[in-house]
């Protein structure tokens, strides 16, 4: 990274970006952790809340008192454990490739989009998601990113480094819709994420279940995979006890129509979802949702 770069990045990324490049791995993921764990317990944090209400619905509202103070610290733990890496591979792509590794599904959804054969990839914030993406970036997957709306500066600056990296970053909008149609239409790809509620200024008509409970969470991508007649596919990063990354991909999910609208809509919707939700229940202390997806649920 050029120095004029650097010095424009919020304070807090410049010192990531610093103890990426000075301290060795293994003392870095030890500070991270520490970090992480001290964050996760300030019960005060909206994050938090939203953490515990998250975690309880997709725990089927089983979880002990004990586990439910947990798992704050958990996701802290593993999300400033992302954080690190993806600032200390930032500086060393060529070691990248060494600890990410692709399942054969997300392989074989690589060699279609390398083969300009159009997909919608939709992605739940699991574990290390901007470092999958910089990883896709390395191997020359050429993807546009509809990124959350109207972000905020932190979230601005992490989509000037997704670019960086060769990363078409837009965030939602009507342009950002036309432009991702256009792509599908043209042989390109395109990626969102699927699991973050939008705001009420962004929600849409539909809300699909979730977990079992109504949310606000995106459905454009479903139209837009409707319309191009290709294939969505589920990715999910996780982080393995060995220190590397594994990127899963679903086998293609193909979109069904339907002489009602609503019915079409989310009957494809939940077919994407039901995948997710799969993921999400075998990696929940990587889940990294730090919104309320079900605010009815804040305060447990």
């Known amino acids: 990274m050029k120095y004029s770069e650097f010095k424009r990045l919020p304070f807090l990324f410049q010192i990531l970006v610093l103890l990426g490049l000075i301290l060795p791995r293994r003392v870095g993921l030890l500070i991270a952790s520490l970090i992480g764990t001290i964050l996760g317990s300030l019960k005060s944090l909206n994050p938090i809340k939203a953490i515990r209400a998250n975690q309880w619905v997709i725990h089927n509202q089983q979880l002990t008192r004990k586990d439910l103070n947990r798992y704050p610290r958990v996701v802290f733990r593993s999300i400033a454990k992302c954080f690190f890496d993806y600032f200390y591979f930032l500086s060393r792509p060529e070691k990248l490739t060494e600890i990410v590794r692709f399942s054969p599904e997300a392989e074989a959804t690589i060699k279609r989009i390398a ?17 999958m993406g910089y990883a896709l970036a ?69 809300q699909p279940s979730f977990f079992g409970y109504k949310t606000s969470l995106p459905v454009a991508y479903v139209r837009m995979a409707l ?6 596919y589920v990715f999910a990063a996780a982080y393995l006890p060995d220190g590397k990354y594994y990127l899963e991909g679903s086998e293609p999910i193909w979109m069904e129509p339907h002489d009602d609208l609503e019915t079409e809509t989310l009957s494809n919707v939940h077919k994407v979802l039901h995948v997710a939700e799969e993921l999400i229940k075998k990696y929940p202390q990587q889940w990294a949702m730090f919104y309320p997806v079900w605010p009815q649920f804040l305060g447990v």
């Open 115 to 131: 083969n300009h054969e159009p997909c919608m990839i939709v992605c739940p914030h699991i574990s290390n998601f901007d470092l």
């Open 138 to 206: 390395i191997h020359n997957v050429k993807l546009q990113v509809l990124s959350f709306p109207n972000p905020v500066t932190t979230y601005r600056w992490q989509n000037e480094l997704r670019q960086r990296e060769g990363i078409i970053v837009t965030p939602m909008s009507l342009s950002a819709f036309r432009q991702a149609r256009q792509r599908l239409r043209d042989g390109g790809s395109v990626l969102t994420g699927l699991d973050r509620p939008l705001e009420k200024t962004f929600q849409e008509k539909y």
């Open 227 to 232: 319309e191009a007649r290709v294939p969505v």
